[in-house]
């Protein structure tokens, strides 16, 4: 079982940095690949960014590609920089429902723990 609460949402203007945290508890959390998802006003969930067990390894979405890092050690982080309006949604952190796996999840079903979210605004 893991349990996560986001941290650090807020708003910010087109161009602005913020740093989301997610903190986790369980004695497992270092079993799981962990991923950053976002859902917008009037848009389904989608996937941002996954980072695996180790922190080796990270994927992410291309529209978030060069602007967001996720890293990890105790907890789950989300760097954004370079923000823009469109950035704008609520920001939810996922551990994997797959213990242990090998690569990195990074479609929604794959992810079974989620918290509560922390919403996340960008100013034009």
């Known amino acids: 079982q893991v349990q996560l609460v986001e941290s650090g949402g807020g708003l910010v203007q087109a161009g602005g940095s913020l740093r989301l945290s997610c903190a986790a508890s369980g004695r497992t959390f270092s079993s799981y690949a962990m991923g950053w998802f976002r859902q917008a006003p009037g848009k389904e969930r989608e996937f941002v960014a996954a980072?695996?067990?180790?922190?080796g390894i990270t994927n992410y979405a291309e529209s978030v590609k060069g602007r967001f890092t996720i890293s990890r050690d105790n907890a789950v982080y989300l760097q954004m920089n370079s923000l823009k309006p469109e950035d704008t949604a609520v920001y939810y952190c996922a551990a994997d429902r797959t213990p242990l796996r090998v690569g990195i999840p990074t479609r929604e079903y794959e992810y079974v723990y989620w918290g509560q979210g922390t919403q996340v605004t960008v100013s034009s």
């Open positions: 980072i695996s067990r180790s922190g």
